[in-house]
């Protein structure tokens, strides 16, 4: 019964939100078994806020000491500029009205887990995460997610080598999208992701 589940994942949620004064050797073991199988689990059932929410307290748990290197080392490149999500969402939602395509646009700064697993992934460093910022395009079709990819090209420089083509080439699992990093008026690299809402 999915209810059940449900109930788990708020009740898991709330002792993660709720782990300080625990033990350190408890509140590792709960962070693990919440990474390994609470967060799958709401991530399968489309709770994205539960899913990032419980990744992001795990890390801090597990690994406290690279949770705030990477969160302070997130500050100093956000910087001042608190405004950028919601900038470049504005920038966007106006090139796509003059371009006269209908889209729905998400924007949202990833989540320090998300970056730590990128660099764990690629063996890279913090400074060679490019993508901080993420967006997602969501077109009617699928001649519109080519269409909309020139028109994000027309609006920000493109990142060289920055371009994935997963709906010519989908991927094995059968994901379908185009993934294209830009850099906007601030500087900052920008990731955008383009697909059709059955994709």
Known sequence: ???????????RLHNMRTMEAM???KRVRIAGETLDIYAPIAHRLGLNQTYRELQELSFEY???????????????????????????QRDVERAFAEAK??????????????????MREKHTSFAQVSDIFGFRIVVATQPECYLSLGV????????PGRFKDFIAIPKANGY???????????????????????M
Do not use: N
Not at 1 to 11: G, Q, Y
Not at 65 to 71: E, F, K, N, V
Not at 152 to 159: A, D, I, S, T
Not at 183 to 192: D, M, N, R, Y
């Open 1 to 11: 019964d999915v209810r059940v589940i449900l109930i788990k994942l708020a009740d």
């Open 23 to 25: 033990a350190a050797s």
């Open 62 to 88: 597990l690994y406290p000491w690279r949770h705030g290197a990477l969160t302070k080392a997130l500050q100093r490149a956000r910087g001042h500029r608190r405004d950028i999500v919601e900038r470049v």
């Open 101 to 118: 395509v209908k889209v729905q646009v998400g924007g949202r700064e990833k989540t320090v887990y998300s970056i730590y697993r990128k």
């Open 152 to 159: 994000l090209h027309q609006l920000y420089k493109p990142v």
């Open 176 to 198: 379908q999208s185009l993934h294209t990093t830009l850099v906007s008026p601030l500087g900052t690299a920008v990731e955008f992701q383009i697909r059709t809402e059955p």
